[in-house]
């Protein structure tokens, strides 16, 4: 299970580390990919914050990449499932290799992981039906050699025995030949009678040694047959030859050959290959009927170099004779060098000391012996020499001073075996040879001034800088910043970015000019020169204004119904009078703030004018009997922006000499404004008032008719003491300002009145609280008088 595989990882994984610096785990085979090998950073002393791809890179031979490092951990992992059996075979160790290469340090380190086997394979057999003919006359302990059953595995878990079904003729005996593989033998226990039984079908089963133990199964299938009482025997019983790996395809090999002395069909040998490998199966091919041996694939010294094949020889009575073919494959030079740069330095500046590293070189040939054996050189008048700090690795470094006059190098390096005939590889490298960073970045001035509409779309360029640098290449590769802004009181980073390839400066939300009209930020920039070089410019932007706000009424304040309240005109008022003023403000600055004033409706257009940038507005001419009282008045208020933006407010005016003139127009504008679905409680309610006064009238009448008082009704409780006989001395608040005037009233009373012959004003409790200590201190008679209301007081006629 993985649980078990993972728990078994951790269990062997060891580590070793010998003398040359090369360190060694072990892992079990069949890991899932990811898995723990070993911690390389740890083990290497190695800093795993400073670990990353261009720093330390792990190189591998073959090709395929079993391993890789996890930067953020320093740990080995496996990147590929690992198959001992498909990698290394029958080979009872199983090594890869791997090279941990620092490049900053131009160090390298060796990697060896021993990959161990695991259970992950059970015994099969070539064949799941094995047919075998024996004679009659066979005698008891006669031994029948089975088809050796093949695991991959070694070890504990490689086959480890064999077992047969039960039977009363035949048995099982278990070998262990030379090589300590063990195979199995049928023995003949008790002689055979063809006319009782003519087939005897048995199982064999061939177990490993494994936990779990695995198996894998044959069928037997013992055919008896007449006598036949001489096998085949071949002419050598190991053949044993030599064959080069560069022999072509189809080509004999080999020819084997036996003799019967045996008659008719117990004379016909067919050939058959026993206990061969899955690979030589696809390699060699054996004619049944000729014992013909004939290569079918290439051979590949690097991949084996030998094979033993068991071969047997059936006669047509049944009797068989084995043989072993032994096939040694010879190495031709048919692999050239292979050149596999592992760290390169393709620029290095002209003051670089003797001996700096420039490339390391990792070469390498699959042939062995001499042929594998590999030198390298490059061209002796060029300023560089070749290192071997380690087997199959060379180092190119710089052995005197480099010519800046020679602004590049074309390196060649020729590696050749010593085959024969020699075969050799070239890699070219080239090398730049760089100027040191001594030039920072200029800008083109040495301040700058841009200019943004506010409401501008979010993320859009606004200005761009740039800078230029003398220096080439990477010296000369100019990165941009903001370092610093004016605006301290909000994150730089949520009103303005800038690319710091091209120097654009982009706006991260929309201005608002009358949030703030202007800023400064410094920005800088820097080239990628080591240790890099950098020049600052200082960026003023001012936010132009747009017309954005629209005007807002400050005076007159609006009432319920969303229109101004009444403002009270002198009948006598000349051509001129100033009726009231319009304020308002506009939040935008400049022209878009310049506001003008119309007049957009009125009920007599031609009685009032308005002040086009003042606001005011006057009666244009007097006020004729044939007007009307009451007037609506639309002041439209525009400002000067680009397309104009306006408001409106509604005046109504009433001309009166006095409040009590101009309360009736009030009171009805408050009845219309009330809604008609109050129409019909109105009318019953009046109706019920109708009733009451009538009833009331009726009393008083009586009342009236028996008692006569020597003072009217009306005024019973007036006090002379009470009033002055001076009359009240109200002060005159009238004045030609341009804000709201208070309301003033004039009343005259007759001390013989008998009914109510003037109108009430409803007021608030302060403003009535106000006219009766004024009504206290002044007194009140038949002189008329002047009193102050609040603006806010609503007019209310009695029923």
């Known amino acids: 299970s993985v649980e078990w595989r993972a728990l078994f990882c951790f269990m062997l994984a060891t580590f070793w580390e010998s003398a040359s610096g090369q360190i060694r785990y072990s892992i079990p085979e069949e890991m899932e990919i990811g898995s723990f090998v070993g911690n390389v950073a740890k083990d290497l002393g190695l800093d795993v914050k400073q670990l990353s791809d261009r720093a330390v890179r792990i190189a591998s031979r073959g090709r395929t990449q079993y391993f890789a490092l996890n930067f953020k951990s320093g740990h080995l992992i496996t990147t590929e499932r690992i198959d ?107 002689s055979l009678d063809r006319e009782e039984q003519a087939v005897h079908d048995l199982i064999l089963t061939a177990t490993d040694g494994g936990d779990p133990i695995r198996s894998g199964t044959a069928q037997i299938r013992v055919i008896v047959l007449d006598a036949n009482d001489n096998a085949p025997v071949f002419s050598e019983s190991v053949y044993k030859m030599n064959v080069l790996e560069n022999v072509p395809k189809g080509s004999t090999i080999l020819t084997v050959k036996t003799t019967d002395l045996d008659e008719g069909i117990n004379k016909q040998v067919i050939y058959s290959l026993k206990k061969i490998t899955d690979k030589a199966s696809k390699i060699f091919r054996l004619d049944s009927n ?362 109504n005016l009433v001309f009166a000499e006095n409040f009590q003139e101009a309360l009736p127009e009030m009171s009805n504008q408050s009845s219309d404004s009330e809604s008609q679905s109050g129409f019909t409680i109105i009318l019953v309610v009046a109706l019920a008032l109708i009733s009451f006064l009538f009833l009331f009238t009726v009393i008083s009448v009586l009342i009236f008719k028996c008692r006569r008082p020597r003072t009217p009704p009306v005024f019973g409780s007036y006090n002379p003491d009470l009033y002055s006989s001076l009359g009240p001395k109200f002060s005159c608040n009238y004045s030609n300002g341009t804000l709201q005037l208070p309301y003033s009233y004039e009343v005259c009373i007759a001390a013989d009145s008998r009914q109510n012959e003037f109108t009430f004003l409803k007021v608030g409790e302060k403003a009535l609280t106000d006219v009766l200590l004024s009504v206290e201190d002044s007194g009140m008679g038949n002189e008329h008088g002047r009193g102050n209301l609040s603006s806010d007081s609503q007019a209310q006629v009695p029923s």
């Not at 093949?150 to 490689?158: A, E, M, P, T, W």
């Not at 480099?402 to 070219?428: C, H, V």
């Open 84 to 190: 001992r059996e498909q990698i290394c075979g029958g080979l009872k160790e199983c090594l890869l290799n791997c090279e941990v290469i620092v490049e900053d340090k131009m160090k390298l380190y060796r990697v060896e992981i021993e990959i161990t086997d695991i259970n992950d394979n059970a015994p099969s057999f070539q064949r799941e039906e094995i047919e075998i003919k024996v004679s009659e006359t066979t005698t008891p302990g006669s031994r029948f050699p089975l088809s050796d059953a093949h695991d991959s595995d070694l070890g504990i878990n490689s086959l480890q025995s064999y077992q047969l079904s039960n039977n009363r003729h035949f048995s099982l005996d278990l070998q262990t030949g030379t090589d300590g593989v063990k195979y199995a033998e049928l023995v003949l226990e008790k």
């Open 290 to 651: 000729t014992g013909e041996l004939t290569v079918v694939e290439n051979l590949d010294f690097e991949e084996a170099s030998l094979y033993e094949i068991e071969v047997q020889a059936h006669d047509g009575g049944g009797l068989f004779g084995m043989s072993k073919i032994v096939i040694v494959v010879s190495d031709v030079n048919d692999n050239a060098p292979e050149i596999a740069l592992r760290s390169l330095i393709s620029s290095i500046p002209e003051d670089s000391p003797i001996g700096t590293v420039i490339a390391l070189l990792d070469v390498q040939d699959l042939d062995s012996g001499e042929n594998g054996e590999v030198t390298c050189s490059i061209p002796s008048h060029l300023p560089f020499q070749l290192k071997k700090p380690f087997d199959n690795y060379y180092s190119l470094v710089t052995d005197r001073a480099l010519d800046r006059e020679t602004p590049e190098y074309n390196i060649t390096i020729t590696a050749t075996d010593k085959g024969s005939p020699p075969l050799s590889t070239q890699k070219t490298i080239l090398l730049q040879i760089s100027d040191i960073n001594d030039n920072a970045p200029a800008f083109e001035k040495p301040s700058y001034t841009a200019y943004v509409p506010e409401n501008n779309p979010s993320g859009a360029s606004i200005f761009s800088v740039e800078a230029s640098d003398r220096d080439l290449d990477q010296n000369a590769r100019v990165t941009y910043s903001i370092l610093s802004s004016s605006l301290q009181e909000v994150p730089l980073s949520s009103y303005i970015s800038i690319n710091s390839q091209t120097g654009a400066i982009y706006a991260q939300r929309s201005f608002d000019y009358e949030q703030f009209r202007e800023f400064e930020m410094q920005v800088q920039a820097q080239d990628g020169g080591s240790p890099p070089l950098s020049s600052n410019v200082t960026i003023r932007v001012f936010i132009l204004d747009q017309n954005d706000n629209a005007p807002r009424i400050l005076y007159p304040s609006l009432g319920a119904d969303g229109s101004a309240l009444f403002e009270m005109v002198p009948r006598s008022a000349e051509a001129g009078y100033l009726v009231t003023k319009v304020v308002a403000v506009d939040a935008d600055s400049g022209h878009n703030a310049w506001l003008s004033y119309h007049l957009l409706q009125a009920t007599e257009p031609t009685l009032f004018s308005v002040g086009l940038h003042t606001g005011e507005i006057r009666t244009a001419r007097a006020f004729a009997d044939r007007d009307a009282v009451k007037h609506r008045l639309v002041t439209l208020v525009k400002d000067n922006g680009q397309p104009p933006l306006s408001a409106t407010v509604t005046l």
